[in-house]
């Protein structure tokens, strides 16, 4: 005979509070029973815990997995350097003006000795009878007659000294401002030569951080 839930419940307040074991008889015609001692002789006897059962243990905490670094990201590729460019400060010979050029040692040249600050031909002089057709600064023969000239043309050369290293790149860092701006004012089809020299400039300024 099975004895539905419901029924236990019923039938476990007459038990002693202190019991924590219940015997569950069954007797020879099928009578169930619960007690709080053993069943009589010729019974079915079962042993029910009535404890309340304690806490559940909280499981043990999963093993810490340990966390990996993120790997750093990688640096985009840096451009290939340049080496720098060796500039020259030049003194232009007549007149005195400096300019930067990539050529330590210009090729001389012919110039009037007016220019120079030597007086000028009269005119008369200069067109005359056996003259040379030579009279203002600048207005000289052609080279191949030179030597028609010799007393009012001389040999000259610019004067060059190197640029130091900080001027160098003060003036690359200048050249490639100027030339960003130009390229930001230029039609797209004009912008590949100036963006050509723009990654020079760049490749060659890395030499100067």
Not at 13 to 40: I, K, M, N, S, W
Not at 112 to 118: A, D, F, S, T
Not at 163 to 181: I, M, S
């Amino acid at each position: 005979m099975r004895v539905p839930p419901a029924l236990l419940l019923c039938l476990l307040p007459a038990l002693p509070a202190a019991a924590t074991e219940v015997y569950r008889c069954v007797g020879a015609h099928g009578r169930l029973a619960f007690q709080d001692t053993p069943c009589p002789r010729g019974s079915v006897q079962k042993i029910l815990d009535l404890r309340t059962p304690g806490p559940a243990q909280p499981a043990p905490p999963l093993p810490a997995t340990p966390r990996t670094a993120p790997l750093p990201a990688a640096p985009p590729p840096s451009a290939p350097s340049l080496p720098l460019p060796t500039l020259y400060r030049c003194v232009n010979a007549t007149n005195g003006k400096t300019y930067l050029s990539t050529v330590g040692d210009p090729q001389p040249y012919l110039a009037p000795l007016g220019v120079l600050g030597v007086p000028q031909l009269p005119l008369a002089r200069a067109y005359g009878p056996g003259g040379i057709g030579v009279s203002a600064p600048g207005a000289g023969p052609m080279p191949q007659v030179a030597s028609r000239a010799a007393g009012y043309y001389t040999w000259v050369q610019d004067r060059c000294a190197p640029l130091p290293r900080g001027q160098v790149c003060a003036h690359l860092r200048h050249r490639l401002d100027a030339l960003e701006t130009r390229i930001s004012q230029t039609f797209q089809f004009d912008r590949p030569p100036l963006q050509a020299e723009a990654r020079t400039l760049r490749a060659q300024l890395q030499n100067c951080r």
